[in-house]
């Protein structure tokens, strides 16, 4: 059995700068992963098939086909021809809400087709199936801070983004990507400035939060609520939403934080930048 996690990505900053004659976005981003997420369990010796357990499995019920099961018939077709194997999906995050986690589930697939059939996972292969998966999924296959530029497939790491704590809240509403992304405004606004990860994070923005806002207004909530807080450091809506993070000085503000939204019905998550 090969277990290989798949954890939440932050959008620190994420601005779009073009709309693409390809119907992507051009866009500059401040990558950024957490220690928790979702996970793959991979046997390449147990009957073939994917199951989906954890607490947001019903998120991805009656799906015939996902990004797991694409990236594990991507990487037999361009990687190496192997058999389907045994895959379970542990879905820890919710669905649809803007931290990645199709994307990194789809990553994670790949680190463990990886692992089980003995090929580096910077193999120009591998990342050309991640690249064909989806625009997060390069992001997630490196699983390391990275400014993105292109779809967010032009990855330049970053090795001065400190452990902060974090506090992942998302309201529990869905929101389709394609639908924010129609409704932004086609304003460019600038690229990320210059400057180590924070700074660059604090001076930026995020141009998908003002029609997200309008798709979810209970977004504003998030965040309003996010904004009062002791010890903040930065809040920020990541990717298309509706996941809202907050990064904090220290783990006991932000486990004062979790405590104070404990009055709502939202999924929140105690986590770390790693």
Excluded at 19 to 45: C, K, S
Excluded at 116 to 141: F, K, M, N, Q, Y
């Amino acid at each position: 059995m090969i277990e290989e996690a798949a954890p939440a990505k932050l959008n620190l900053a994420l601005h779009v700068r073009a709309r693409r004659p390809d119907g992507y976005h051009e866009l500059e981003t401040l990558f950024a992963f957490v220690a928790d997420g979702d996970m793959i369990r991979l046997d390449p010796e147990g009957p073939p098939g994917l199951t989906i357990t954890g607490p947001f499995a019903a998120g991805l019920s009656g799906e015939g086909d996902n990004l797991v099961t694409r990236a594990e018939r991507l990487f037999a077709e361009r990687v190496k021809p192997v058999a389907p194997a045994a895959i379970e999906l542990v879905k820890r995050l919710p669905v649809a809400s803007g931290i990645g986690g199709g994307s990194a589930d789809a990553a994670a697939t790949l680190r463990a087709l990886a692992r089980a059939h003995g090929v580096a996972t910077d193999d120009p292969r591998l990342i050309d199936c991640a690249e064909a998966l989806g625009s997060d999924v390069p992001a997630c296959l490196l699983g390391r801070a990275a400014l993105g530029r292109g779809r967010g497939e032009r990855l330049d790491p970053l090795s001065d983004l400190p452990p902060l704590p974090a506090l992942l809240v998302n309201p529990l509403v869905p929101v389709s990507t394609a639908a924010v992304f129609a409704r932004w405004d086609g304003v460019d606004r600038g690229g990320i400035p210059d400057g180590d990860a924070i700074a660059a994070a604090l001076a930026g923005r995020n141009d998908l939060e003002p029609p997200a806002r309008a798709i979810a207004p209970v977004i504003d909530r998030v965040l309003d609520r996010l904004a009062t807080q002791s010890g903040l450091v930065l809040a920020r809506m990541s990717g298309s939403g509706a996941t809202c993070f907050a990064l904090f000085d220290t783990g006991e503000a932000r486990g004062a934080a979790a405590r104070a939204l404990s009055d709502q019905p939202w999924w929140c998550l105690k986590t770390v930048l790693a």
